[in-house]
């Protein structure tokens, strides 16, 4: 295996194994999971992730042994520089040179990520329409729109060639999903999509500002047992989950994962333009 004095290890992938690459070697690791396990070696300030969980801790020391020990060690260089570089080229490039252009675009994240934002953001980058989910599930005065009219007319939006749409909910998530050619997945920290949440409704609040067909957001309606921060605690972890199984999903469409605002700033820079 390489040693810890090798400048910068980079991987590539090779059929069901790893490479490790560096100007001058190749050293091949067989066994890993291409899609989220990785070795990042630089100097001596070393640190073991295990990516799909976000848990870290510190090693003894980086084992020299047998391939196998390589493969349950992940160690990378302690700086978050170090760290959006890595997002930024290993997870976020690929994506963007798979789908150079795409047409019809699935936003997707729990309450207060920034789905609508962000889809008017895209929208203005890449030249489509966008149509706010919230507008379609919601008459004036809070009466929410049935499943099945709220089915047929995200239907009738997908039928179209070109669409971008910040939210898919139970009843008819499957629509967009099956027409989707890229699923953007706002996967932030609990408490960055909460605080943005809270900020969001305590200035609609003060503000009377009006959104879905007229509907204002009210303390009452904050404070009821319905109120949209409930909603967020309640729908977290399955927002998580649910985005993250489809990246994992063959038959799904490709699917981008954003763990924070400035990894979106990135991958939104390697976008096209219209």
């Not at 976020?92 to 934002?117: C, D, E, H, N, Q």
């Not at 962000?118 to 929410?144: F, I, K, Q, S, T």
């Amino acid at each position: 295996m390489p040693s810890r004095a090798a400048t910068c290890w980079h991987w590539a992938s090779a059929s069901d194994s790893i490479q490790l690459v560096d100007d001058a070697n190749t050293v091949t690791v067989a066994g890993l999971d291409e899609g989220r396990d990785w070795c990042w070696i630089k100097e001596s300030s070393l640190l073991t992730e295990n990516v799909a969980t976000d848990e870290s801790r510190r090693p003894g020391r980086c084992h020299r042994g047998a391939e196998g020990e390589w493969v349950r060690q992940y160690v990378m260089e302690v700086t978050l520089a170090e760290r959006a570089a890595y997002d930024k080229r290993f997870f976020l490039a690929s994506y963007a040179a798979a789908m150079s252009a795409p047409r019809r675009i699935l936003i997707y994240g729990v309450y207060g990520s920034g789905k609508s934002t962000l889809a008017a953001r895209m929208a203005e980058h890449l030249g489509l329409p966008c149509y706010p989910v919230d507008d379609l599930l919601w008459e004036p005065g809070w009466v929410e729109v049935p499943v099945a009219q709220q089915r047929s007319r995200i239907e009738e939006i997908c039928r179209r060639d070109r669409w971008i749409v910040d939210g898919a909910y139970h009843g008819w998530r499957d629509v967009p999903l099956a027409r989707a050619d890229l699923v953007v997945g706002l996967d932030y920290p609990r408490w960055c999509s909460f605080g943005r949440l809270l900020r969001r409704t305590v200035r609609r609040v003060l503000t009377g500002e009006e959104i879905c067909n007229g509907n204002r957001e009210t303390l009452g309606s904050v404070l009821s047992p319905d109120s949209i921060l409930v909603w967020h605690v309640t729908a977290f972890g399955r927002a998580r989950r649910r985005m993250r199984a489809w990246q994992t999903d063959p038959s799904a469409p490709p699917v981008v994962l954003l763990r924070s605002p400035a990894e979106l700033d990135d991958w939104m820079t390697s976008l096209p333009r219209r």
